[in-house]
């Protein structure tokens, strides 16, 4: 079976497939703007995901057999809408797609800075007093079960009818998964990606589809630099892989791009 190297523009992911269970490969991605990783040793995997991608960028991915030394290539221009939150459960990868009504209405920028008035100066002082500097966001959208096209929660509707049994399960499983209070990735063309907690999480039955159908609404807030040691540190990523533990980046200052696995 041949390797093939895929994107999938609705999970927004690259997809590579036809991987030999008890091969030793090679595998490297870089981007045009400048982020990228290479993988020394990437076994005992039969497909592999990369869902960390920012929108707007050109990837090389080049995946090499050593024991033949053939390898497989793909340039792709990576294009997408809406936004997307990825995390682990069930000791694997999740990645929740929110297309319907997502929205954020505010993003602010957090940095700490005091107002000293005093008696000699017309004009107060304004002094920093700490190196905070991270990012929250208000953000909301629709929870159906259209969002979870690769069907992790086993509760994936295609969106031909709603049916109530399936939109309660997939709406519990959810508010579990996205409430849970471990870290995720925050992942959308206009933002790109950002290691993220999730919190003030509310959530609004839609009376006009007779309460099958919710809203949500929630606080998202920056933790952390998205770096690979990070993405190790807070568990986004499976750190106990052997692909994980081989990471090499050549640039960590611009969005790194992170492999993720298994997802296929």
């Given at each position: 079976?041949?390797i093939?190297?895929s994107?999938?523009i609705?999970?927004a992911k690259?997809?590579i497939?036809?991987?030999?269970n008890?091969?030793?490969?090679k595998?490297?991605?870089i981007?045009s703007?400048?982020s ?5 040793g990437?076994?005992?995997?039969t497909?592999y ?5 920012n929108?707007?960028v050109?990837?090389t991915v080049t995946?090499?057999?050593?024991s033949t030394?053939i ?13 997307f939150l ?14 319907y ?15 000293i008035?005093t008696i ?9 007093t700490a190196?905070?500097?991270y990012?929250t ?6 929870i ?6 690769e ?7 295609n ?6 049994s399936t ?6 499983w959810f ?5 849970d ?6 992942k959308?063309?206009t933002?790109g ?8 999480l ?7 589809l007779?309460?099958?159908?919710y ?5 998202i ?8 040691a ?5 568990k986004?990523v ?5 692909a994980?533990?081989?990471?090499v980046?050549p640039s960590e200052n611009?969005?790194?791009s992170?492999?993720?696995?298994p997802?296929?």
């Amino acid at each position: 079976m041949a390797i093939t190297l895929s994107y999938d523009i609705n999970t927004a992911k690259i997809y590579i497939d036809g991987l030999t269970n008890n091969a030793y490969y090679k595998l490297t991605q870089i981007g045009s703007n400048g982020s990228g990783y290479a993988i020394t040793g990437l076994t005992g995997i039969t497909n592999y995901s990369n869902y960390l991608l920012n929108s707007g960028v050109t990837y090389t991915v080049t995946i090499t057999d050593t024991s033949t030394n053939i390898g497989y290539q793909i340039i792709k221009y990576v294009d997408f809408d809406g936004s997307f939150l990825i995390g682990t459960g069930d000791s694997k990868y999740q990645q929740i797609n929110i297309t319907y009504d997502e929205n954020i209405s505010s993003f602010r920028p957090v940095r700490k800075d005091a107002l000293i008035e005093t008696i000699g100066s017309k004009f107060p002082f304004i002094i920093r007093t700490a190196a905070v500097n991270y990012k929250t966001m208000e953000f909301s959208g629709t929870i159906t079960s259209e969002m979870d096209i690769e069907n992790f929660s086993s509760y994936y509707n295609n969106g031909l009818y709603y049916d109530t049994s399936t939109e309660r399960n997939f709406r519990e499983w959810f508010e579990l998964w996205i409430n849970d209070g471990t870290p995720k990735v925050f992942k959308s063309a206009t933002e790109g990606c950002k290691i993220v907690r999730i919190h003030n999480l509310n959530m609004t039955p839609i009376r006009q589809l007779g309460r099958v159908i919710y809203n949500f609404s929630c606080t998202i807030t920056e933790i952390a630099d998205l770096t690979s040691a990070n993405l190790i540190k807070y568990k986004v990523v499976n750190g106990t892989s052997t692909a994980v533990t081989n990471y090499v980046y050549p640039s960590e200052n611009l969005y790194p791009s992170l492999a993720l696995y298994p997802g296929g």
